[in-house]
Each structure stands twice: as C-alpha cells, then as structure tokens.
C-alpha cells in the first residue's frame, strides 16, 4: 500500500467519523478548525492534521488489533475502528475516569462494536494482558521511546508516539528487528502512567 492509499483510506475514517461528535457541547462549533480542542481534565482533541498524520504513518489496516494509548473523547478510537473495520479490534485506554465513561459513549453512538475504551491500569502503559497488536497508536508526549509499548508489538506492527518533540514510527520486522524514523515538530499532552488528576473545578 502507498503512502497515497494510505491517506485515502485515513481521509475516508475522517468523512465516516465527524469530530463534532466528539467535543464536548461548548467546543462544537470551532470543530472545523485545525487546532487541539479541549475536552476538560487537561486532555484535548488532538489537531485534525496531526491525527491525519499520525494515522497515514500508523497504516492501521481491516483485519488487525490495534491499541490506542490515550483514548480521551474516544475520536482516534472510532476513527481506528473505521480503518481496521468489522474483522478487526481497537482497545482504547485512558487515565481519567470521566473521559472513560464519555469516551465510550461516544464510541457507542457510531456504532463501531469491534471496539471499546477502558480504563488504563495504573502504573501500566498500554494492555500488556492482551498484547500482541499490529498497531499501536499514542496520543501523548512520551520523553522517551517507551519500550513497553515496543514489547507489546506483534512481529511487523507499527507504533506511533510523540517523543520529546518529534513524531517516532517504530517499524518491526518479522523477526521483531526495530526500525525507527522520527518526523515533524509536535506538541502534546505529557505521557503519564500513574494516577489521574484530580476533578476538574
């Protein structure tokens, strides 16, 4: 598949998952704009191009399992869960417990049952209990390549994650060999994997 395909088939997740259905109410109406959303607790709903282009380099595909590092609103989740399709699986984790619960109710409104959103595990990075993926998607600033996620690759998966700045694509082979190429200058919220902020007020 081209680099073309690929942004075809990520433009086509785009047209299929509306973002307004994802913000909170305040917020829908800037939905069209090309800039982070806040979706409260900290989080926001990551830059259009940014997600466009996190997923054009992810080149998640029908039939795979996909893991979605810091699932927020739940729109990279739908999204994935478009591009994987029916025969595929999306696992969504997230830290903070009101954005679980949205998250999942947004998940449900677009009918997308061969994925979910759960809690992350504390002190966990990722779901190593239902490791391998294809794919793993990051929606976070790590300051370092996190390994664990690495391990937590199938033979030839992909990870995408911003780490200190850049976009990183980790390409494994099929004998688990790394391949790494960074891109881009990007902005994120932290990677953290302990316990969740306290309630917003």
Do not use: C, K
């Amino acid at each position: 598949m081209t680099d073309a395909d690929a942004r075809a088939r990520v433009a086509r997740a785009f047209d299929e998952t509306p973002r307004p259905g994802f913000l909170r109410p305040a917020e829908r109406a800037l939905a069209g704009l090309d800039g982070a959303l806040s979706i409260g607790w900290g989080q926001t709903n990551s830059q259009p191009r940014t997600v466009a282009a996190m997923l054009t380099l992810l080149d998640a595909r029908p039939g795979q399992r996909v893991l979605d590092v810091g699932a927020g609103s739940g729109w990279t989740t739908a999204l994935l869960a478009h591009l994987v399709g029916e025969t595929g699986a999306v696992l969504g984790v997230e830290r903070v417990p009101e954005l679980v619960r949205w998250g999942a109710a947004n998940l449900d409104a677009v009918a997308r049952p061969w994925a979910r959103i759960r809690a992350a595990a504390r002190g966990v990075l990722g779901a190593p209990e239902e490791a391998p993926f294809d794919r793993i998607l990051v929606s976070a600033m790590a300051d370092e390549l996190p390994a664990d996620l690495i391990d937590q690759l199938a033979p030839g998966g992909r990870l995408v994650v911003p780490v200190d700045g850049a976009m990183v694509l980790v390409a494994l082979d099929g004998e688990r060999r790394a391949a790494i190429s960074r891109s881009g200058g990007y902005v994120f919220v932290p990677l953290i994997r302990d316990a969740p902020p306290p309630p917003e007020g």
